[in-house]
């Protein structure tokens, strides 16, 4: 990035960072001393990454870490060269907090699953090697983790019931939740936050997120078809808030590991669609009703307690679809 001149895409992605810094300074956001962000060239380890790194610039009590493969990438989005430095994982250097960012890669096959699964318990594995005394551990999951429970009116942390059909994805991350007491049994904390349907510029284009899929067809000009979207429900959260909301509970105390993050923008598939269609002028089919209702957000109320939250300034879904379509558009 030069920095006597900076592209349409350049002040974009600054602005966007400092919005979620700012909030970083309101909430007088504390952090420990070593901190290390892995899968940090996929979507929300990029993003946490380079909050990060504009943080310390007024923040330099902390020293960031980052293990990918692709900064070279990372770099040409955000120039944090100069305060980043990279991990190696072969090290025996210790984290006071590590953002498990890393997805492994999978794909229909049991196999394919079944080795993203082994993946997954192999670098909690390694994090936990990783950990200080008295080091926390955040491993994001996505929504999915609940299965059949979509069809509820919400899906709450502290639901009673379990659900029935969890896919690999579902029930590996279900075990890695369960590892918390192990974690607390060695003096380390491990905080595991559900994520549910977040979207935002440098998602990856072959994301099979809605909100990317959507996004993607629309800045193509091609019409977006989907398939029963009416009837079926998502939080829709804009990643900024969600790096927010991230790095805020990994920094506070809070009583639940397993927190539900996410927004307001809760709607249909069907509103969100159409949503984009008016704002980048490609037409929109929303296919049938479907039936029963599919209800796929989160109880928020554990988040919400958070005084930290309360100061959180939320992107509303418009403005969050007109964002991300001005950045691939307009950069």
Not at 94 to 116: A, N
Not at 182 to 195: E, M
Not at 196 to 218: C, E, H, W
Request: aromatic content about 10%; overall charge neutral.
């Amino acid at each position: 990035m030069n920095q006597n001149y900076l592209s349409p895409r350049e002040v974009f992605l600054k602005r966007e960072i400092e919005d979620v810094t700012s909030y970083f300074e309101e909430i007088e956001l504390e952090l420990p001393q070593r901190i290390l962000v892995t899968g940090a060239g996929g979507f929300l380890g990029q993003w946490i990454l380079a909050a990060l790194a504009e943080y310390s610039i007024k923040n330099s009590k902390f020293e960031l870490y980052c293990q990918t493969n692709r900064f070279r990438e990372i770099e040409s989005n955000w120039n944090i060269a100069n305060k980043v430095k990279i991990h190696n994982p072969k090290s025996e250097m210790k984290f006071d907090l590590i953002f498990d960012c890393y997805l492994p890669s999978t794909g229909p096959t049991y196999v394919e699953q079944l080795s993203q699964a082994r993946e997954f318990f192999s670098t909690v594995a390694r994090d936990f090697d990783q950990l200080s005394i008295g080091g926390r551990l955040l491993h994001p999951s996505s929504g999915a983790v609940y299965g059949d429970l979509k069809f509820t009116d919400v899906l709450c942390e502290d639901l009673e019931a379990k659900p029935n059909n969890l896919s690999i994805y579902g029930n590996t991350k279900m075990e890695i939740e369960s590892l918390l007491d192990a974690f607390s049994a060695n003096k380390r904390q491990l905080l595991t936050p559900r994520i549910f349907s977040v979207f935002g510029p440098l998602m990856r284009k072959d994301s099979p997120l809605i909100g990317n899929t959507f996004i993607q067809k629309a800045i193509r000009g091609e019409k977006i078809i989907a398939t029963k979207s009416g009837n079926v429900f998502r939080d829709f959260a804009y990643i900024t808030d969600i790096v927010k909301q991230v790095v805020m509970v990994a920094s506070v105390d809070i009583s639940t590991k397993n927190i539900n993050l996410g927004s307001k923008n809760v709607a249909e598939i069907a509103e969100f669609g159409n949503l984009i269609s008016q704002n980048s002028g490609v037409s929109f089919d929303k296919g049938d009703l479907a039936d029963p209702a599919e209800n796929y957000f989160g109880c928020l109320h554990n988040l919400r307690n958070v005084p930290q939250y309360q100061k959180l300034k939320e992107t509303n879904l418009e403005n969050s679809i007109k964002k991300t379509l001005r950045f691939y558009m307009d950069t």
